[in-house]
């Protein structure tokens, strides 16, 4: 109980709230009615993904995302599948990023729990699990294609190509700012940080951007990012760009680079609990800071080509339940979710072959940016990221605002060597993670 | 070329300063109890999360905030002591194996009762002191130095100055030629567990605006303030202060000159030459180590 407690990841406000209420709950509880369902099974999919720790950032934000898309789904009357009626339901396992937790909890969401898809983070913790999805045929699903390889047959990554999409941020730069030349880039040595570094310096090669010093690669146990900032900006770069830092790095990184007093331009592939940075700095240093990941109340989300059900509404409900805590992924397995429902009812079955099998079959499918292509085979070995248009964003007067949406299979046709070129230079190409 | 070198010493300073004060601590609880406090990390923590609990939420002043997490921090010592370490006083390894499990409860509580994600703390000063356009020193940076060294000496002072201060160093040499010059072991026991937990909760404390808070925060610290100790010496008071010093510098210009993994290396590397050279620490004495 207390472990399932823990997993949750109570917030403070939610701790104290929960405490004073619960007598009263106690005393009321058994007369209120209880809620109808007219789904008459249940379907359950399984989230893995770290919910303590350093990385829950991408993890925990999506499980209460997705708590809001089983709610509205359910409160619809379910899934029609098959002829039959699901509810959806989730079971999260706290991987801590950890490979070792990862594998123990695929195995138990799969035997104990009888999940038919499991949603992870991937990166390190895919290694974890990479055999029991060999072993299981369990589908799952990540948000790193870099987990991607000819052997991964049963994993997908419908929701974001990271680290490719980042190429977008640099291509708009470049466009908007050409007198920027020269940048530095530094990431935590890992499998989050390292892909993308590659990724990165294909695409300021190909839009002309020299790189002033080798990518800096920090310990992920750094905590004082001082002397990190001191290197990055001794030789007065244009641009510094912070890669895929965890949020607990990129917001020491930011309040450094203000107080070492930086005035050039900041690109990051995110910038979760923006408005913290603003706070620790200011709004004037933090105008024009481009990253990758839009606040769902933009208004350009609103348009015909969007395929993410009422953006809008989705980021209002989420605020409400989880103020202050929107961040990259908040929205991205809600988004897995509604491939896997369209999936599961075209092929009129839950089980995870079935679904895989209509999820990929015509080769394209509804992105949440727009319809894009199941793509990868020539970088990842196998065409199981779904790929297409990504935001470009970039905070205006305290404010993340979309600016543009870029093609990223456009970016590839273009410069796809450069960026196996520097996939290959740091060991992150299918044929060479071990 | 100047610039740089001479911001990197800023930096270094700084990561001495609270390096030393929680380095400092755990030596005191080691040599006074022979005590491994493993929870020494979450004590750091603790005083963290003491100023998100009273300056981010309830916007109290933040002077008044890190004075009640030495207060706050020293009095989870003093109950480590009296529920923990007391008891298993005659067990070699339960006082180290119990600060361990006391970790774990104070990583989970935080956990259930903050969430599990970075806490934000909000600037106390966003003052900066520009000796040039390249070398900066942040107040709140200056604050941490200055109350370490303040500290320290107010700590130094008190170990060579008054009668508290000479039991303690008479605990740390020969607990039981202490007892019976009528010392009270508990009474040193419990002085030494406040200050040395204080001394973590106020580096947590003053740290806190400049860092990221989590629940998971301790485990660097603890892991670079028994680098420290062992190769000041365990059981070294000066020899914590020095090392961290040394620890401090040759991390900090490693990471700016090469980077932050090789910085790491360099510093276990630099704590198993001290082993082989000297494996009683820089400051150390074989009785003790």
């Known amino acids: ?434 | 070329m100047i610039e740089l070198l001479a911001q990197t010493g800023l930096n270094a300073l700084y990561a001495a300063a609270y390096m030393s004060l929680v380095a400092v601590g755990l030596v005191l609880i080691f040599g006074v109890m022979g005590v491994i406090n493993f929870a020494h990390g979450e004590l750091f923590m603790m005083g963290a999360y003491t100023v998100v609990a009273l300056y981010t939420d309830f916007q109290m002043p933040y002077v008044l905030v890190v004075g009640l997490a030495v207060m706050f921090v020293g009095a989870l010592g003093i109950f480590m002591e009296w529920s923990m370490f007391r008891p298993l006083r005659d067990n070699p390894l339960g006082g180290l194996v119990a600060s361990i499990g006391f970790l774990m409860i104070l990583q989970a509580a935080v956990s259930m009762g903050f969430g599990v994600r970075m806490e934000h703390v909000p600037p106390v000063t966003q003052e900066v002191i520009e000796f040039s356009d390249r070398v900066r020193l942040p107040v709140q940076r200056l604050v941490v130095i200055l109350a370490a060294v303040v500290l320290l000496a107010a700590l130094w002072a008190f170990l060579k100055k008054t009668r508290f201060g000479w039991a303690l160093r008479a605990s740390a040499q020969d607990r039981e030629a202490a007892a019976l010059q009528g010392i009270s072991i508990r009474q040193t026991a419990q002085i030494a567990m406040f200050i040395g937990a204080g001394l973590a909760g106020v580096a947590g404390a003053l740290t806190a605006p400049l860092i990221s808070v989590n629940p998971h925060m301790g485990h660097s610290v603890i892991i670079a303030a028994f680098i420290v100790i062992i190769v000041g010496g365990i059981g070294s008071l000066e020899g914590a202060v020095i090392a961290a010093v040394i620890y401090a510098f040759v991390h900090t210009f490693v990471t700016t000159f090469y980077d932050g993994v090789v910085a790491d290396i360099v510093g276990l590397s630099l704590m198993l030459l001290v082993l082989v050279v000297k494996p009683t620490g820089l400051f150390g004495t074989a009785d003790r180590a």
């Open chain 1, 1 to 434: 109980m207390i472990a399932k407690f823990f997993q949750k990841g109570v917030s403070r406000r939610k701790f104290l709230g929960t405490t004073a209420s619960a007598a009263g709950l106690g005393l009321v509880g058994s007369t209120l009615p209880k809620r109808a369902f007219a789904a008459d099974k249940t379907v359950k999919v399984g989230f893995l993904a770290p919910l303590t720790g350093p990385v829950a950032a991408w993890g925990k934000p999506g499980l209460d995302g997705c708590e809001i898309w089983a709610e509205w789904v359910n409160d619809a009357g379910g899934l029609e599948i098959g002829g039959e009626t699901y509810a959806v339901e989730f079971v999260g396992y706290d991987n801590e990023y950890d490979p070792a937790k990862a594998r123990a909890g695929a195995t138990k969401l799969i035997r104990e729990d009888g999940v038919k898809f499991i949603m992870m983070l991937g990166g390190d913790t895919w290694a974890g699990v990479e055999r029991v999805a060999d072993q299981t045929g369990m589908l799952f699903s990540t948000l790193l294609p870099s987990d991607l390889g000819p052997e991964t047959t049963t994993l997908i990554a419908p929701a974001e190509v990271h680290p490719v999409y980042n190429v977008t941020g640099v291509e708009w730069m470049a466009e908007q700012h050409p007198d920027l030349k020269t940048a530095v880039i530094c990431a935590q040595d890992d499998a989050l940080g390292l892909p993308s570094v590659a990724t990165y310096l294909a695409a300021f090669e190909a839009a002309g951007i020299e790189m002033q010093q080798e990518p800096l690669l920090f310990d992920p146990a750094t905590t004082d990012f001082a002397p990190v900032v001191t290197k990055l900006i001794s030789d007065n770069p244009d641009i510094v760009c912070l890669d895929t830092c965890y949020a607990d790095y990129v917001h020491p990184i930011v309040e450094q680079l203000f107080q070492q007093g930086y005035e050039g331009q900041i690109i990051s592939c995110t910038a979760d609990f923006y408005d913290q940075m603003v706070e620790k700095t200011s709004k004037e240093f933090m105008e024009g800071f481009i990253f990758q990941f839009p606040d769902f109340d933009d208004p350009e989300l609103n348009k015909d080509f969007i395929n993410f059900k009422d953006p809008n509404k989705f980021f209002e409900v989420y605020n409400e339940r989880h103020p202050g805590e929107w961040g990259a992924v908040s929205w991205e397995y809600a988004s897995i979710m509604d491939l896997w429902a369209a999936a599961a009812q075209k092929a009129g079955s839950v089980e995870p072959d079935a679904v895989l099998e209509a999820m990929t079959a015509d080769g394209s499918g509804k992105h949440a940016f727009g319809d894009a292509d199941w793509w990868g085979e020539d970088l990842f070995g196998i065409d199981h990221a779904l790929v297409g248009n990504w935001p470009v964003v970039r905070i205006e007067d305290g404010k993340a605002r979309i600016m543009a949406y870029k093609s990223i299979p456009e970016w590839y046709d273009k410069h796809g060597e450069l960026l196996k070129k520097h996939m290959a230079d740091f060991g992150q190409m299918w044929n060479q993670r071990g």
